[in-house]
């Protein structure tokens, strides 16, 4: 008897060892895996760049179409806030610079934040720079942004609103004092939780981001 036993209890272990074996990785890997990608310099300065012109065709009379330029309404805007402190900007203002912003170039980065904090995460520490080297590159440099920082739903308006205005001020302040941006190139604006990247799981750490948008092209911004 107990020699069957120890041949049960050996051919129990030969099996156990060979399902462990056929089980796929565990899945904390691959999410690991998935977070560590982050935006390249490359990838951002194509997203923010202006569509090029159209080229001219033989034979036609047809006159070539531009860059899409900013209404004067647009520009008006934009060189109304320029400068301003974040949290100066109304509600108003805010929207406006929304409805402006939506066809213009753009990219949703999700440099995200610490925990109910303004500072950025480590894991984001690269996207950031990246933006900075692609902000100042021949492409895009003299050129307007605007700097939406967002947050997830949890806490109240008033405290996400703020905490989307500092997240917005936070990446600035590394832009000016890295990679020496103008400040009156750099938007600020929060939009706190109103605007989230993924309704449908409000608490993601996804809807903690910033947007990046090229407001005005270098050859019109400082007009």
């Known amino acids: 008897m107990r020699l069957a036993a120890k041949g049960f209890t050996a051919i129990l272990s030969i099996i156990t060892i060979g399902a462990a074996l056929s089980l796929p990785a565990s899945p904390v890997f691959a999410a690991d895996e998935s977070n560590s990608k982050n ?4 990838e951002i300065v194509r997203a923010l760049a202006p569509p ?5 065709t033989r034979g036609l009379s047809i006159a070539p179409q531009a860059d899409p330029a900013p209404s004067a309404a647009e520009t008006k805007l ?3 806030v320029r400068g301003r402190a974040t949290r100066s900007l109304s509600s108003t ?9 939506k066809d213009k170039p753009n990219i949703d980065l999700e440099i995200t934040f610490d925990y109910n904090s303004a500072n950025i995460s480590a894991k984001s520490m690269a996207s950031v720079q990246a933006l900075g080297r692609a902000l100042t590159s021949p492409d895009l440099k003299g050129s307007t942004f605007v ?3 967002h947050t997830d739903a949890a806490g109240t308006e008033a ?7 500092r997240r917005a001020d936070s990446i600035k302040r590394y832009l000016v004092d ?3 941006i103008a400040a009156t190139d750099l938007v600020t604006v ?3 939780k109103s605007k989230l990247k993924d309704p449908s799981q409000p608490m993601a750490e996804v809807n903690r981001r910033v947007q990046v948008v090229n407001m005005e092209n270098k050859t019109t911004a400082s007009k």
């Open 178 to 180: 890295k990679y020496r």
């Open 52 to 56: 090029p012109k159209k080229p001219l």
């Open 190 to 192: 929060g939009y706190g």
């Open 159 to 165: 405290y996400n609103q703020d905490l989307s205005e």
């Open 39 to 42: 935006v390249t310099e490359d």
């Open 147 to 149: 700097v939406a920082g």
């Open 93 to 101: 203002e805010r929207e406006e610079i929304a409805s402006a912003a």
């Open 78 to 80: 934009i060189q109304s």
